[in-house]
């Protein structure tokens, strides 16, 4: 990789730099990549929710799930989109002073 391809994925939308819950739990150890993807294609089938999946399957209890979404997932994604918002008006900024 590249030097600067660090600081494009810096510059993204937090959109392109969040991991979803499996990518999380795949971090963990909780999960192999194969299980999400045999989850995936669960949802497509039935739509239940990815953690929904995990629970019936067996997988992954409902209450590590929550947990990780209440104390990880949320929190990163909310500074990532206050972060996002921080950058955008740095960027408004910047554009009004060359006007």
């Given amino acids: 990789m590249a030097a600067n391809d660090t600081s494009q ?4 939308p937090s959109s392109f730099r969040t991991k979803r ?10 999960l192999t990549p194969a299980q999400v993807n045999v ?7 039935n ?3 990815f953690g929904e999946i995990l629970a019936a399957r067996g997988w992954v ?3 590590t799930i929550e ?4 104390k990880v997932i949320l929190p990163e994604q909310a500074s990532l989109n206050q972060q ?3 950058d955008n008006s740095t960027h408004q900024s910047d554009d009004m002073d060359t006007l």
């Fill in 9 to 12: 994925e810096s510059q993204a």
């Fill in 21 to 30: 819950i499996g990518g999380y739990l795949v971090d963990a150890g909780l």
């Fill in 39 to 45: 989850v995936l294609d669960d949802q497509k089938v």
């Fill in 47 to 49: 739509g239940l929710r």
């Fill in 61 to 63: 209890k409902q209450e």
């Fill in 67 to 70: 947990y990780l979404m209440e």
């Fill in 84 to 86: 996002d918002t921080l």
